[in-house]
């Protein structure tokens, strides 16, 4: 009831506002009418007859003004935010009323007693009146003294997003700060003042600038900085000891909406930021407009993203497959409160559960699946030989089999970079997944797709959440190896970039999402401990641990023998990647799943380096030396066969 009274009390002063600006409008249209006689006249005194003509044409104008004003809307902008398209409409208002009015005239009396100059010492008048009056109102408000303005500062970036900024901090009551200066880099705005304020020099005169102005606060204002220029202005402004904050990157921003409350603390992505990703979201729509899709590791960092995702292009169901009760609920609190019209079923289950996924495909029927459940700690999972084959392997085999026995249309696997000449047991599990997609993709009608990237920021157990954790605590930052690089790319972009692939796939293919350039790890702890605040080495120490089981210096999206290609998207591209034959897949994977069973981990990595012999870490489990009788019994059983393994057994 009390929401009910707010909303209609709100009604009624928006009503009531609109009144009293629509009779303000009303009596300045005889005022200027009458002014402009008094102007006519050399501002003495108007005859008589010519004075009662001009009053009695009032009954024909006033109504005719009036009209033309409401017409336009010019009652309904808001003098507090006055604008220059506000100002147009009242301009275009006041013109057609004149026409219109002139015309009237001219049909009544062919303006007899009418000075031609009449109408445009009019519209003149009644254009100030109108004008004046709105933004004498404006900038009364917008420089409003405010005994609070404490703190000055430096807007980077003289573009609109900087104007907009200076208009919001301007407008804002109480004023905290105060805009003083502008630097930018085009030649072309230096020495130019926007809204009274100098653009005084370039970003490299950032430092010099806070000392001359005791600037207390920068703004960046450059929502269109790549991550280069960003790392650099982030960089002079560390070195000016000023406190800094910026605005959402380009694509955040709606045109126009940008300003002064938009304004954060400078995150890591900023600095490591990618060009916005541009999808055929046409093309997506229609690959899953009236499609079930189901998700596995739909509660997970990439697989609630792309829960998200698919939920904006209106799929006939979405069906989320989560082994973790409390992040499946957490992503379905979030799916029915976001997308109330969606049709969503949630199962809690387990990809390594055969029944429990048969009955899942046979019930819903799913047109698409993407799978994104896999356990991915490299280190933790180096002694967890047959734990991650189970879930990693043979999770995925389950998965795959279901959709290719259920028809369904698309399989989207979701690879790693660590797949690619992998050092870890982790990698190499999921290159075994690649491989049996590719191989499976051969037997039926369902079509298989691989989508390979590396890291991805702020997901679950990755770097930047550690980072921070350490940071919060005061230290020490702990980094593995000063020169190690790493891949990374927004979950965001990484979910979108995986609709794009299932859209184009044709069947077979692996897809390697364009990562840009690597990132020192080292690099990143140092930005990280700068943005909270703190100074690397001095009062957050980093300290180097040595690279962990299973991890390498750099990481590879693609194998050096994997040709790659363009496909229709910039960032996505085709691996062409060796092929193993479905006969050599399929009798190793029975044996890879009965060495699950028997719990035999010396066998199940014999069986991971046959099928990825690019494999660098230990060929068998702690405390065994060589291959199982098993390994040697399969390589024997295969040795002779026409296969397309791209290397000899």
């Not at 009644?126 to 917008?142: E, I, N, P, Q, V």
């Not at 969606?342 to 048969?358: F, M, P, Q, R, S």
């Not at 009955?359 to 356990?375: E, K, L, S, W």
Request: glycine fraction near 8%; charged fraction near 25%.
């Amino acid at each position: 009831m009390k929401k009910l009274v707010d909303m209609l009390g709100s009604q009624f002063r928006a009503v009531r506002y609109r009144w009293w600006v629509l009779l303000h409008d009303l009596l300045m249209i005889p005022l200027a009418w009458m002014v402009a006689y008094w102007l006519r006249y050399n501002l003495s005194h108007i005859p008589d007859q010519f004075l009662a003509q001009a009053a009695w044409f009032l009954a024909i104008l006033v109504p005719i003004q009036g009209v033309t004003l409401l017409a336009f809307g010019v009652h309904r902008g808001v003098w507090r935010f006055t604008s220059l398209s506000d100002l147009l409409r009242v301009l275009k208002a006041i013109i057609t009323g004149i026409v219109v009015t002139a015309i009237a005239l001219f049909l009544y009396n062919r303006l007899q007693l009418i000075p031609r100059s009449i109408f445009f010492l009019y519209g003149l008048v009644l254009t100030f009146l109108l004008c004046g009056s709105r933004l004498a109102y404006r900038l009364l408000k917008d420089h409003h003294f405010s005994t609070r303005i404490e703190k000055k500062a430096l807007i980077v970036g003289a573009g609109a997003a900087g104007e907009q900024v200076v208009r919001d901090l301007r407008r804002n009551l109480p004023r905290i700060y105060d805009p003083v200066a502008f630097v930018d880099d085009a030649p072309s705005k230096l020495g130019k003042d926007i809204h009274g304020i100098r653009v005084s020099g370039r970003c490299d005169d950032i430092a010099h600038l806070c000392e001359r102005w005791s600037i207390d606060l920068i703004l960046i204002a450059v929502p269109s900085a790549s991550d280069r220029q960003m790392q650099r202005i982030v960089g002079l402004c560390e070195a000016s000891g000023v406190e800094f904050r910026t605005l959402p990157t380009v694509h955040d921003v709606v045109a126009g909406k940008v300003g002064a409350k938009d304004l954060r603390e400078v995150r890591i992505d900023d600095l490591l930021g990618r060009d916005p990703v541009t999808l055929d979201w046409q093309r997506i729509g229609d690959s899953m407009k009236q499609k079930v899709v189901l998700i596995s590791g739909a509660g997970g960092s990439i697989g609630s993203e792309l829960c998200r995702q698919v939920a904006t292009v209106e799929p006939l169901r979405l069906v989320l497959f989560e082994q973790s009760e409390f992040n499946l609920y957490l992503i379905e609190e979030e799916l029915r409160e976001g997308f109330p019209d969606l049709d969503l079923v949630v199962v809690l289950g387990d990809i390594c559960d055969e029944v429990a996924t048969e009955a899942t495909f046979a019930r819903y029927r799913p047109d698409i699946v993407f799978h994104a459940a896999a356990y991915k700690h490299v280190p933790l999972l180096e002694h967890q030989t047959r734990e991650v084959v189970k879930n990693n392997v043979i999770g995925t085999r389950i998965l795959a089999d279901q959709a290719a026995a259920h028809h369904c249309d698309n399989f989207i696997f979701i690879s790693t970079d660590k797949a690619v000449n992998p050092t870890s047991f982790m990698g190499a599990c999921k290159r075994v997944g690649e491989i049996y997609c590719q191989a499976l993709d051969t037997q039926t009608q369902t079509r298989y797709a691989t989508v390979r990237f590396g890291n991805v920021l702020g997901s679950a157990g990755s770097v930047v959440p550690k980072f921070n954790a350490q940071i919060k605590e005061g230290g020490p930052v702990t980094v593995t190896h000063p020169d190690i690089l790493r891949y990374f790319m927004t979950i965001t972009e990484a979910a979108q970039l995986i609709l794009e692939a299932s859209s184009v796939g044709g069947g077979g293919e692996i897809f390697v999402l364009d990562m840009g350039e690597p990132i020192r790890i080292d690099y990143l702890a140092r930005q990280m401990i700068k943005l909270s605040g703190k100074l690397p080495e001095e009062e957050i120490e980093i300290v180097y641990t040595g690279l962990r089981p299973g991890e390498k210096l750099n990481e590879e999206l693609f194998y050096s023998d994997e040709q790659l290609s363009e496909t229709s998207h910039e960032k996505l591209m085709l691996a062409h990647s060796r092929e193993v034959a479905w006969k050599v897949v399929e009798p190793i994977m029975q044996r890879v799943a009965e060495a699950v069973e028997s719990y035999d981990e010396d066998d199940l990595r014999g069986m991971v380096t046959h099928l990825v012999p690019e494999y660098s870490g230990p060929r068998s489990s702690p405390g065994q030396a060589t291959k199982s009788e098993a390994v040697k019994s399969a390589t024997e059983d295969l040795k002779g066969e026409d296969l397309k393994t791209g290397y000899v057994t």
